[in-house]
């Protein structure tokens, strides 16, 4: 009989020191640059919101006697944002909330019922109508200014309400991005099992029936996110209708409160400041109010149901 013997390597015996600079190293590798990258972008984004809030609060609201930490507490460009008549803050504030308004209920309706028909219907050119939809999407606004300015021009000469310098002809042209949504929603749609649609079918139900009582309570989440895609959207828009709106009373919150900034822009910048606040607070208040469906609508349609 005989016995076979196997040489065993050492095993290595790390004193403490030697063990803690091997699992700093790995937490490093692992979690410790995510918390770099993350601190950095952090900072990147809090310091001109801390720059904002401090130059709204400081009663001069000058660029050189702004810091990050007001010197100074002073609510003066908040009270001063409805008293003058040059630069009617609000009413500018209610023309982007009217456009804002229009155009998400327009938005979520025909996107809507553009994904439940690329969706649930199966007809010739579906295909082709997606693909046209992503072309169209993919082009570049900017390009289109100028056909859009002689367009409306001619059309204000006929229609002077739906012309240049009018809100309702600025809210068409917002409309043009109105099935932006499609793609989007249609991910959502597709997880939804047909067997839903099958059962309603059965009981009598046509197409719009099954859209608007089986479909849409399942995609509610997704119907928040593309509105609010939209609100934030048209509240910041600025090209467009710095282009379309040129009277004092039709201009947009963005275009108005540029003009201000642009006419004097270490005077007026603590006004600037106080108004860009007022103009985040229904944005932030929504985002919270509609949290859960936010999240909802990120994580739908990651697993088909």
């Not at 809507?112 to 993919?138: E, N, T, V, W």
């Not at 479909?215 to 509610?220: D, T």
């Amino acid at each position: 009989m005989t016995t076979t013997t196997t040489d065993r390597q050492p095993s290595i015996v790390l004193d403490k020191p030697s063990r803690d600079v091997v699992k700093g190293a790995r937490w490093w590798r692992e979690l410790g640059w995510r918390y770099v990258v993350g601190i950095g972008i952090t900072v990147i984004v809090v310091i001109p919101l801390l720059y904002i809030v401090s130059a709204s609060l400081n009663p001069i609201g000058s660029v050189s006697s702004t810091s990050l930490i007001p010197k100074q507490i002073s609510f003066t460009h908040f009270e001063s944002l409805g008293n003058n008549p040059a630069r009617p803050f609000f009413k500018w504030f209610g023309n982007s909330l009217l456009v804002a308004l229009v155009v998400v209920t327009v938005n979520s309706l025909l996107s809507s019922f553009g994904a439940y028909a690329f969706s649930r219907m199966r007809f010739k050119g579906r295909r082709s109508g997606l693909l046209a939809l992503l072309l169209i999407q993919m082009f570049p606004g900017i390009l289109t200014m100028v056909a859009l300015f002689r367009m409306f021009g001619i059309i204000g000469d006929i229609v002077p309400w739906l012309g240049l310098d009018s809100l309702a002809g600025y809210t068409f042209v917002m409309l043009g991005g109105a099935l932006g949504g499609v793609f989007l929603m249609k991910g959502i749609f597709d997880s939804i099992p047909d067997s839903l649609d099958e059962a309603a079918k059965i009981d009598g139900a046509g197409h719009f029936r099954v859209y608007a009582t089986v479909i849409m309570p399942l995609v509610k989440s997704i119907l928040v996110i593309n509105g609010l895609l939209a609100l934030t959207g048209v509240i910041g828009e600025f090209l467009l209708a710095s282009i379309f709106l040129r009277s004092n009373g039709v201009k947009t919150v963005a275009v108005g409160l540029y003009g201000v900034l642009t006419s004097d822009r270490s005077a007026n910048l603590g006004w600037f400041c106080a108004a860009a606040l007022v103009v985040s607070i229904p944005v932030v208040v929504l985002f919270q109010w509609l949290q859960k469906y936010i999240v909802g609508g990120i994580t739908a349609g990651s697993v088909k149901g």
